[in-house]
């Protein structure tokens, strides 16, 4: 009895996912996907010390913008993904013996990102996918403030891995959420003037975004 519970049960999940995917847009090579909505970077970081000054460190905050991923269907399960979006500025905060300093600095940055993509399901209404490439980001707009106030700063650009997973869920005649998240290898060196050396700073974000996107034929 219990067996053919199991068989009809199979067999009418097996009938939903079929009609789910009949339902659904397929995403075919050529196809663009375009989303756009919330990014957050969160820095995993962690630094070495400033130099001459053992024990001083700094972390890395948090922040929120808006972005827009960009991307472009090469087969039926293969494709390429463009991460960019509005500038993300950080406040970098004294650590260790220096924790006492708070805020030290500012910085704004953009983090473009581009990944080959495998796509499990693109017939499906439930897409996802994962994928692994290349992240630059370059850093500006640098300004210390607080206890350091004055003082120069610059950081070096970046260039790293990176690999991301994503899902797409349909929600209409080629509309769809979206929701993605990558990690990024990011490592930078700030340099400060007045002979206050330089420190080397791993942020290494993990990067989340989710949105709305429509598919271009």
Partial sequence: MWKSKIRVLMQAGAGAALAVAGAAATAAPGDWLVRVGAVNVGPSDGSGELSGLAGAEVSVENDVSLGITVGYMLGDRLGIGVLGALPFQHEIRGEGAIAGLGAIAEVKQLPPTVTLQYHFAPEAAVRPWVGAGLNYTTFFSEETKGALA?????????????????????IGQDWFLGAQLWYLDIGTTAELGGGLGEIDVDIDPWVAMIGVGHRFR
């Fill in 150 to 170: 004055g003082t120069d700063i610059r950081l070096d650009d970046s260039l790293g891995l990176a690999v991301e997973a994503g899902v797409d869920i349909d």
